[in-house]
């Protein structure tokens, strides 16, 4: 499966953005999803995953009910909605699919594709 990330942008703190993550191939549903990000100079973070059928998602603590993770598995998509958005959140973020593992991963390396990465900046 390829993905393609769009969507970031630079905002002021407070704001709202949606990150969207487009798939090709017919096998989209087959996939848990997963968003994370990775800021200069640090490792790359779980921020949000979303399983194959849509009905069990996780998010990382920090993000925790501000962001909002979504799949339309008819569209081939997956979106990340971001509320409240505070300089910390500034990053790359990637979307990935993973299949090898049951349940949703919160491990960078369990997945097996990413998009390219859209960068989010968040200035105070």
């Known amino acids: 499966v390829q993905l393609q990330a769009s969507g970031g942008g630079m905002v002021q703190a407070g704001d709202s953005l949606r990150l969207s993550c487009a798939a090709s191939g017919r096998t989209f549903s087959t996939y848990d999803l997963g968003w994370f990000r990775q800021a200069p100079g640090k490792e790359r973070e779980f921020v949000a995953g979303?399983?194959?059928?849509?009905?069990?998602?996780l998010y990382a603590d920090s993000v925790k009910g501000r962001f909002t993770i979504s799949r339309d598995n008819a569209k081939n998509a997956v979106s990340l909605q971001m509320n409240t958005l505070k300089p910390e959140d500034t990053a790359v973020y990637y979307c990935g699919a993973e299949s090898r593992t049951l349940g949703v991963s919160k491990l960078a390396a369990r997945y097996e594709y990413w998009g390219q990465g859209t960068l989010v900046t968040v200035s105070s």
């Open positions: 979303i399983s194959r059928s849509g009905s069990v998602t």
